[in-house]
């Protein structure tokens, strides 16, 4: 499956029922950070998290990071504290890579 660019859709808001994308959850400290994948990107959010390196998260991510509350974006300090870097970027990578999986079918891959 190719993960060539495509608009990121601005729209999409988590912690909403029937979003029909997959939310992956990641706590560090006291502070909870989400964010939310395409199905179409399943496969590809799978292959990155067993090592493709290839992948870019930014690719594979819907709207926005979220910390905390329902459309909280989190701040360069909170993003910093947590990840050791204040790029968007990177902290996606670790969140995918680190974080658990909910909704759609990611529940079979026990994430």
Request: one cysteine or more.
């Amino acid at each position: 499956m190719s993960t060539a660019p495509r608009a990121r859709n601005q729209n999409v808001v988590p912690n909403k029922e029937d979003t029909g994308m997959i939310e992956v959850h990641h706590k560090v400290g006291k502070l909870h950070f989400l964010l939310m994948v395409d199905p179409e990107y399943e496969k590809s959010l799978k292959k990155m998290r067993d090592g493709d390196t290839t992948i870019d998260p930014s690719q594979l991510m819907q709207g926005d990071l979220y910390v905390g509350k329902l459309g909280i974006r989190p701040s360069r300090q909170e993003r910093q504290n947590a990840y050791g870097t204040e790029d968007e970027k990177e902290c996606a990578r670790q969140i995918m890579m680190n974080g658990t999986f909910h909704g759609y079918k990611s529940e079979q891959h026990g994430h």
